[in-house]
């Protein structure tokens, strides 16, 4: 194919493109813990936030804390990763110095991704970290990335004379509306970066059309997506227990809301719906080729499955001498 005829294909076509494996196999790390984060904060974010929808603006009174992400967002996060493994410089940042070469890889604009990376890097969220030696789980609140956006200086002006007013997020990260982004800096958090380098819940090597075929699911299929993420490639778990805050989080989809009282502000959609939507994001997977067969026991109340080796590369599918191309995700 000719670079004219490349440039010619639509932004989602040039993804699958560019990050189609070689034959040898071309893998990236996404951590375990990024990706349990994403299993169980992916859905309808019903608070205060930027929106795409409407002219965004400065939000001053803001909780800092989300539990809430939405898928795009996390894909996002996942398209950072790779790339960031790939192209850090010596600093530890991966410098994103042109915005719609980025968002076309996911096809969104480069004004969505800013808001993306807004979200990434201007919010905390709740973190899980485990120590094996020593059998301790830590649960904190930290932020997914450390994003810094880079706004040249107009022609005749001076850091004194630099005004920063129209900004679009948070107090906690913001862009200035109608200036030139010359650059994002991107680094992953501490925490992140050493499930990257084994410890903590530590990583699975993934196809790089890990970010490709995300786009292409429901939000519960990615979900479970995201939970599947392991080195052992069968699962088995109860109902309740899988729709449990750490889990996929859908206890308040199935149960309603509580408040401190414990009176019911809001109907849950009821254990049968709920259910349903699983089976079906079950269903949904299997037909695209990560699960290889799934089953729930309706006596048992639980749901098994196994997953292929098409993304999620668990060890038993590495090459003998664990050799691995480096990513080849464009920059």
């Known amino acids: 194919m000719s670079n004219k005829d490349f440039q010619s ?7 699958l493109i560019t990050t189609k494996p070689t034959e040898q196999g071309s893998l990236h790390k996404q951590a375990r813990g990024y990706l349990k984060t994403a299993s169980r904060l992916v859905g309808k ?24 992400l939405s898928k795009m967002t996390a894909i996002t996060g996942n398209l950072l990763l790779a790339l960031w ?22 096809n969104i604009t480069p004004q969505e991704l800013k808001l993306y990376l807004i979200y990434l890097g201007g919010y905390q969220y709740p973190m899980s970290k485990f120590d094996k030696k020593n059998k301790i789980v830590s649960i904190y609140h930290d932020k997914l990335f450390l994003i810094k956006f880079n706004i040249r200086l107009k022609d005749g002006e001076t850091e004194s004379s630099f005004n920063n007013d129209n900004r679009i997020g948070t107090n906690y990260l913001s862009f200035i509306r109608d200036r030139e982004v010359y650059s994002v800096d991107v680094m992953p958090s501490i925490s ?8 903590g819940l530590g990583n699975v090597l993934v196809d790089d059309t890990f970010v490709a075929f995300s786009l292409g699911l429901s939000d519960l299929a990615y979900k479970i997506f995201c939970f599947s993420g392991s080195n052992k490639p069968h699962f088995k778990i109860g109902f309740d227990k899988l729709i449990k805050v750490k889990y996929l989080n859908l206890e308040r989809q199935v149960k309603g809301v509580y408040n401190k009282e414990g009176k019911r502000e809001k109907t849950g959609a009821g254990k049968t719906r709920v259910l349903k939507r699983i089976q079906d994001a079950f269903n949904e997977l299997l037909e695209k080729g990560h699960i290889k067969k799934w089953k729930y026991d309706e006596q048992a109340d639980s749901f098994s499955w196994t ?7 668990h060890r038993d599918f590495l090459p003998k001498n664990g050799q691995i191309e480096a990513p080849r995700l464009e920059p």
């Open 9 to 15: 294909l639509p932004a989602s076509d040039k993804f």
């Open 45 to 68: 974010d019903t608070s205060e936030q930027a929106s795409l929808f409407e002219i965004p603006y400065f939000q001053t009174e803001i909780n800092p804390y989300k539990e809430t």
């Open 85 to 106: 493994q790939a192209n850090k410089d010596e600093n530890g940042f991966y410098t994103i110095d042109n915005l719609t070469r980025v968002a076309e890889q996911i």
């Open 192 to 199: 992140i970066q050493e499930e990257l380098k084994g410890s």
């Open 307 to 313: 997953y292929s080796d098409k993304i999620i590369k």
